[in-house]
């Protein structure tokens, strides 16, 4: 799987859009870009995936360069219960389904 | 919403001594995976069933610790003796297949003492 950098820690307001950025320029074409999320003490949650397109969900939408080396996970309208450590991971269709999480950011949501 | 149960959700052992984690995947999901997680640091992946078989156990430490999915639905964790090192949140998730997401409980928390 594919290297993922990501910057250690960011800080967003309340209700605004939470931009959260993810290099991974050494991706494969059958690896997937996964983001989750971990909220203190708490297990990982799953948030998005996406191949090459563009995705949203009821959770937040994720951004995927034409290039694919790198991709941004959006929350449109931050809470104060987002604050959370973010993982942005790849994952190859064609692997044992191990996920190699790295330190992921720091997301503070501020009032 | 299914979700992946963990049980217990805090464990406080005193070292040499045997101690067991449980999980319970979601149902139908075939893929099992028990991740550990020091403080501070990312999960890392101890050992993958695919049913009842065990297809990574690379990160294992074999000399401590035993898994096993014996009929390939609920999971044991076990560490015998456990070290003062093994402090940490142990974590199971599960996944349809190995190639979709996968879903993780709320942990173990394991204080060695």
């Known amino acids: 799987d594919a290297k993922t950098t990501q910057p250690p820690s960011m800080d967003c307001a309340e209700g605004r859009a939470a931009n959260l950025p993810c290099n991974h320029s050494t991706i494969s074409g059958n690896e997937y870009v996964y983001w989750y999320r971990q909220i203190h003490s708490q297990g990982p949650q799953y948030i998005i995936h996406g191949l090459k397109n563009n995705e949203t969900n009821e959770m937040a939408s994720l951004i995927i360069t034409e290039d694919r080396k790198s991709s941004t996970l959006i929350l449109p309208h931050a809470t104060l219960r987002d604050t959370a450590v973010y993982y942005c991971i790849t994952h190859g269709s064609s692997n044992t389904g191990k996920l190699i999480f790295g330190q992921g950011t720091t997301l503070q949501v501020k009032p | 919403e299914a979700e992946v149960a963990q049980s217990p959700r805090y464990k406080i052992t005193e070292k040499s001594q045997a101690v067991a984690f449980w999980c319970d995947p979601i149902?139908?999901?075939?893929?099992l995976y028990w991740y550990r997680q020091i403080l501070g640091q990312g999960p890392e992946l101890l050992v993958q069933?695919?049913?009842?078989?065990?297809?990574?156990d690379s990160q294992l430490p074999k000399d401590r610790f035993s898994a096993e999915r014996l009929k390939g639905v609920d999971s044991t964790l076990k560490i015998q003796p456990a070290e003062l090192g093994d402090s940490a949140m142990y974590l199971c998730?599960?996944?349809?297949?190995?190639?979709?997401?996968?879903?993780f409980g709320q942990g173990t928390r394991l204080t060695v003492v």
């Open positions: 998730a599960s996944s349809f297949t190995p190639n979709t997401e996968a879903f």
């Open positions: 069933f695919q049913d009842e078989s065990v297809v990574d």
């Open positions: 149902s139908g999901h075939a893929t």
